[in-house]
């Protein structure tokens, strides 16, 4: 069976403040925005994962509620996992690793540079620093979501917001 995995980036963000935590910076208009356009290209790929998890942080949970809405997945659904802030790469293989065989296809959002370091291990291919509100679609094949680790993917795709801004 092949399998697929959509590494988010969160979408731009406010800029930290001496009195706002990392954690607690939410989305600014822009990144919303951008969020939705990357939202429309998935869905007009027909990109319909069977699991979203992000990171608590409100910028990746509001990325990942935006992208829901635009794909048609149950924003209810998306399940938060608070290692994914901070946590490393290692965090984000615990949540792949931990989904259920039935999940053909899942989409992960949270945070620079984990989740470009991330889509570097499972590929063996140079991603570079992702950029905010990017997708990185990662393919699988014949293996159970236990089973994946590094060099076990291949990229499908990788799209940034600014490469579908309208003119």
């Not at 994962?49 to 509620?65: C, E, L, M, N």
């Not at 997708?135 to 699988?140: C, E, N, P, S, Y």
């Amino acid at each position: 069976m092949t399998r697929t995995l959509y590494i988010v980036r969160h979408a731009k963000a406010e800029d930290r403040a001496t009195f706002m935590s990392d954690h607690d910076r939410e989305l600014i208009s822009e990144g919303i925005m951008a969020a939705a356009r990357i939202g429309r290209f998935l869905h007009d790929k027909s990109v319909q994962p069977d699991q979203v998890i992000s990171s608590t942080a409100p910028r990746a949970r509001d990325t990942a509620k935006v992208i829901a809405e635009q794909i048609g997945f149950d924003r209810e659904q998306i399940q938060l996992d608070e290692a994914l802030f901070e946590g490393g790469p290692k965090a984000y293989l615990a949540a792949v690793n931990g989904l259920p065989d039935s999940t053909q296809s899942a989409m992960i959002v949270g945070h620079n540079p984990d989740v470009s370091y991330f889509a570097e291990f499972l590929t063996h291919q140079s991603v570079g620093s992702m950029s905010k509100g990017a997708v990185v679609a990662v393919q699988f094949d014949g293996l159970n979501w236990a089973e994946v680790s590094g060099r076990t993917g291949s990229i499908l795709f990788t799209i940034a917001p600014k490469e579908l801004r309208q003119s």
